[in-house]
């Protein structure tokens, strides 16, 4: 009796080896230069089908990669959802595949790699397109889901640096053109582990480039205290609940926080235990909130009920007065249904600076910061709280972001995160100090404040657009299959 072999196809294997390494690379850590190597078996994948369907799916299943990554915020919230919302983010790269186009060797060799890189830069447009749709909360709206981009990975190392001239957009652009390159090349199995070794030592932990020099070395600098009480779901519970809690958690704020003179104190996000009620003028009110230490000046995150609704806020107290520096605008689907969404603000003055903040998801946005630095901003207080995902890779994920914010508009950024890690952040995208993931307490930190004038500050987004003009170009010029060289009319 003979026995059946079934076997997977050629492209299909190297997808689901892409996306594994995709998924190892996107995760916080020192192997973002990996994110090449998925680039390049994507792109070898999609090389060898025969189909635009055969394209577009190898394009898709390397996809699930950078979407399980992209998904995890939402994991712990929606479990249920996670799988599904992974499926349907990665199915809509099977355009960078259609885009390429079907896989027909020509009968010469030259004519044979022409095609190959051809083909590689039209998954590249392709991929980079679909990026930036999903970036795009015009189009989304709150289901935008920038934190798709695989170039982040190669935040974590010295090609970070390519962010403040073409935002993200570029480093995808980056890692899939040098992926694409390696693909086509003679020996390109030998290539692809040349390049993962290079990809295993890209990177040098969460930190990344924090011993490169920075251009703001030297320069006047914003004194801050950065405060992470590293709170669990069970202690907020608590501390909303139990008056005994509520006080131990404003001791120990009063021990990190309190006393800081000349120093700006910054709290996370939703650190007072219940809503803030404002009534009339916020900037008339005098009466420090229950809750908060007694630091002079303090910039801290807590949920406002006004007139207009509830909203995730940042205030400022500071000369005994309240200040809202920022309300959040892009709110987190279904988790915030419930809040009002908040109207841009200009910077904040304080003492001779001009601070402008920004909360949790909105790191996940270039906008946010770039428009802050082309208004004038001196730095931008970024406050998150990650504890509903406890001391895992979200955090990180977090900082990742405020790091390539920072880079992208040339403005320096104080990210302090409830669980860690919590960071100052110079313009350059360097870290300048930071407090490690899951410890309770507080650091000093004189963060150089002087900007660089980015490219990506001027122009904001320009690959992303670009990449789908390319695409929409491709598919309206160049759709028809590719014939052997020789052929004539219907012949093969």
């Known amino acids: 009796m003979s026995r059946v072999r079934v076997s997977a196809p050629t492209w299909l294997l190297l997808s689901g080896l892409a996306a594994i ?14 994110v090449v190597v998925g680039a390049a078996l994507m792109h070898m994948g999609a090389g060898r089908s025969t189909s635009r369907l055969e394209a577009g799916l190898a394009t898709a ?35 960078a595949g259609i885009v390429a186009g079907p896989s027909r060797a020509p009968a010469r060799r030259f004519e044979a790699a022409g095609v190959r890189l051809d083909r590689a830069a039209r998954v590249t447009a392709g991929w980079c397109a679909v990026e930036a749709v999903w970036a795009r909360p015009a189009l989304l709206g709150d289901a935008a889901l920038p934190v798709l981009a695989i170039g982040s990975a190669l935040t974590d190392g010295p090609l970070l640096v390519v962010a403040g ?14 992926g694409g390159i390696v693909a086509v090349a003679p020996f390109a199995p030998v290539l692809v582990v040349a390049a993962a070794t290079v990809g295993l030592a890209y990177g040098v932990g969460p930190e990344g480039t924090r011993r490169a020099a920075s251009p703001t070395e030297g320069s006047e600098a914003v004194r801050l205290r950065l405060v992470q009480h590293a709170p669990t779901p069970v202690s907020i519970a608590r501390v909303r609940f139990d008056p005994g809690a509520a006080e131990e958690q404003l001791r120990f704020l009063e021990e990190h926080a309190g ?40 910039l801290f995150g807590t949920a406002t009920v006004r007139a207009e609704g509830t909203f995730n806020s940042a205030l400022l107290w500071s000369d005994a007065k309240l200040r809202i520096v920022a309300d ?3 709110l987190v689907p279904l988790t915030e249904a419930a809040l009002t969404r908040g109207e841009a603000r200009t910077a904040t003055s304080w003492r001779g600076l ?56 040339g403005l320096p950024i104080a990210f302090v995160q409830a669980t860690g890690p919590s960071a100052a952040i110079a313009a350059d ?50 759709g028809r299959a590719r014939r052997p060289a020789g052929s004539k009319g219907g012949e093969a």
């Open 21 to 34: 390494v995709y998924a190892v690379a996107g995760r916080p850590g020192p192997f973002g230069g990996l």
């Open 61 to 95: 299943v390397a996809a699930v990669g950078p979407a399980s990554v992209a998904v995890a915020p939402i994991a712990p919230l929606a479990p249920l959802a996670t799988i599904p919302l992974t499926v349907l983010v990665a199915a809509s790269f099977a355009l």
């Open 165 to 178: 001239w073409l935002g993200v957009g570029g480093l995808s652009l980056l890692a899939l053109t040098v």
């Open 259 to 298: 006393h800081a003179e000349g120093r700006l104190v910054l709290l996370p996000e939703a650190v007072l235990p219940r809503p803030l009620r404002m009534g009339g003028d916020p900037a008339t009110l005098a009466v420090r909130p229950a809750g908060l230490p007694g630091a002079t000046d303090v």
């Open 328 to 330: 959040k605008r892009r």
């Open 354 to 409: 001009r601070i402008a903040a920004a909360i949790c998801w909105e790191a996940a946005f270039p906008s946010v910061a770039r428009r802050a630095a082309r208004e004038g901003a001196t730095f931008l207080a970024l406050l998150a709280n990650d504890a509903y995902a406890g001391t895992g890779p979200i955090g990180r994920l977090h900082l990742r972001m405020a790091r390539l914010r920072a880079a992208e508009s």
């Open 429 to 478: 995208g360097r870290i300048v100090a930071m407090l490690d993931a899951g410890r309770r307490g507080s650091i000093d930190v004189d963060l150089p404040i002087a900007g660089v004038r980015t490219p990506f500050r001027r122009t904001g987004d320009l690959v992303g657009p670009f990449s789908l003009a390319a695409s929409l170009a491709s598919l309206a010029l160049g």
